[in-house]
């Protein structure tokens, strides 16, 4: 399609064209500001050429051109195109306003306090009436007759089974706690998280989500799809610290990782906690989300104002408001939910090998006894609690869950198991998301997040014991 400009541009084009021979394509690149084309024509020969065109709009003939393609160019979208006059949907309305703080943040909090309550309420209803009637019940008849008819007693019964008539959460074997707590406890609130979080990816809140808290997460030298790493991390802490990658400086990066290790607690840990504190009262469970909130903020600011490099800019793309589909839906959840049962349940027989094995040979007691001033006299802990600490490295759910024999035997009282539940969730992630440390900041660098975390926990745990201490008188 040839474009025809005005009679005294075309004049100006035909006169240099004629005197310089050069092709119309180039003579139109050099009238608008083409310093390569420009050269090969004579000054003479442009100043009489665009003299004219200059006097009459008053103007440099760059700028006349630029006007003169936009107007070509929006002659030819009035050719091809028809405009109508069309409505917003809802969808488009809801997309608008969830993006503006004073409307949006009000809608953040209720939404997020809705999936709160569902998660609690859908996983709490499936542990509680399906799985632990299911394995106190046959699995419980089946597991026993398995074992007993091969092992009646001796080390490898007590590995299977655990301690004698406990229940499936104090026995500690492999077949009873080892299945119970992945199956029966966290994969209900796993499935139930990771079903919600798919839902608000598909329908496209998360990246509005990522807008609102942006300016928050800027105070911290963080951006706003750090929002992103940390929703994820509340399913696993393993995809939490992967979706770290989508920050783009190695200071994000190392910030983020060691935030999500001492102030996220994954699924795993949240159902636990919930079912240790949370029959004191959700009073108890908030205030330890609270302390966790206040390390995130603090930790991030004081982390930000000791680390060099600022961080760049990330455009944040909003997608429309979709519907969500069934099968999209099932099918990111499923891989989810393999991911998490090839990561958790292998460390939990490992974890709880370990601790049999170290009670078997005596290691526990001593480092109970090694141990006693620390847990003692700084966290106020019996020397008991050394072994959810132990397994704490291996699978901090299972640790957190080992608490409630403790209290149910009236060997820690509410305020130690508080200390020692906020000090599971900080001091460091699972060996399976230590593992992604390594990979993810190398060893110098896990070695400098492990350092902070350990200050940091156990600095918590102390000034935890001092209030609860000040708190019991």
């Known amino acids: 399609m040839r474009i025809r400009f005005e009679p005294r541009i075309e004049a100006a084009i035909k006169d240099i064209q004629k005197k310089s021979n050069l092709p119309r394509w180039k003579i139109l690149l050099a009238l608008e500001g083409d310093e390569r084309f420009k050269k090969k024509i004579p000054e003479k020969i442009w100043q009489e050429a665009i003299s004219l065109v200059e006097k009459d709009h008053k103007e440099p003939i760059e700028l006349t051109m630029l006007k003169a393609r936009f107007g070509q160019a929006g002659a030819i979208a009035n050719r091809v195109q028809k405009v109508h006059h069309r409505h917003p949907t809802f969808l488009e309305k809801l997309g608008d306003i969830t993006v503006k703080p004073l409307i949006g943040l009000p809608i953040a909090v209720i939404i997020l306090m809705g999936v709160f309550k569902f998660f609690i309420t859908a996983a709490g209803f499936i542990t509680d009436k399906i799985m632990t009637p299911f394995f106190e019940g046959p699995y419980d008849v089946f597991i026993h007759f398995l074992v007993e008819g091969t092992f009646p007693k001796g080390f490898i019964h007590d590995m299977l089974i655990g301690t004698p008539g406990a229940g499936y959460l104090e026995s500690f074997g492999v077949l009873t706690t080892g299945i119970f707590v992945p199956i029966g406890i966290v994969l209900p609130a796993v499935l139930i998280f990771y079903i919600i979080l798919t839902l608000l990816e598909d329908v496209g809140y998360l990246p509005r989500l990522a807008i609102l808290v942006d300016t928050i997460f800027h105070r911290i030298g963080l951006h706003g799809y750090s929002i992103i790493p940390v929703i994820l991390s509340f399913g696993c802490n393993v995809p939490g610290v992967m979706a770290t990658r989508i920050l783009t400086s190695d200071k994000q990066r190392f910030m983020m990782l060691t935030l999500l290790g001492i102030s996220i607690p994954c699924t795993a840990q949240t159902a636990v906690i919930l079912r240790v504190i949370g029959p004191f009262g959700l009073g108890w469970v908030i205030l330890i989300y609270l302390i966790l909130m206040t390390i995130f903020v603090t930790t991030g600011s004081i982390l930000n104002r000791a680390l060099k490099g600022t961080a760049p800019e990330i455009a944040i793309e909003i997608p429309p408001y979709r519907l969500p589909r069934i099968s999209n839906l099932m099918m990111k959840t499923g891989l989810r939910i393999k991911q998490f049962l090839l990561e ?82 900080i001091y460091f992630p699972c060996a399976a998301t230590f593992v992604v440390f390594l990979k993810e900041l190398g060893i110098k660098g896990t070695i400098k997040s492990t350092f902070i975390m350990l200050v940091v926990a156990f600095g918590i745990g102390g000034l935890l014991h001092l209030i609860f201490s000040l708190f019991a008188l």
Not at 363 to 392: D, K, N, Q
């Open 344 to 425: 958790a349940i292998p460390w939990v027989f490992v974890g709880i090998i370990l601790v049999n094995t170290l009670h078997t040979l005596g290691i526990t007691v001593y480092l109970s006894r090694i141990s006693g001033p620390l847990m003692g006299r700084w966290l106020g802990l019996p020397e008991e609690a050394i072994y959810p600490l132990i397994i704490g490295f291996l699978r901090k759910d299972v640790a957190t869950g080992l608490l409630t024999p403790l209290l149910n035997k009236n060997i820690m009282n509410f305020y130690q198991a508080m200390v020692a539940v906020t000090i599971l969730v």
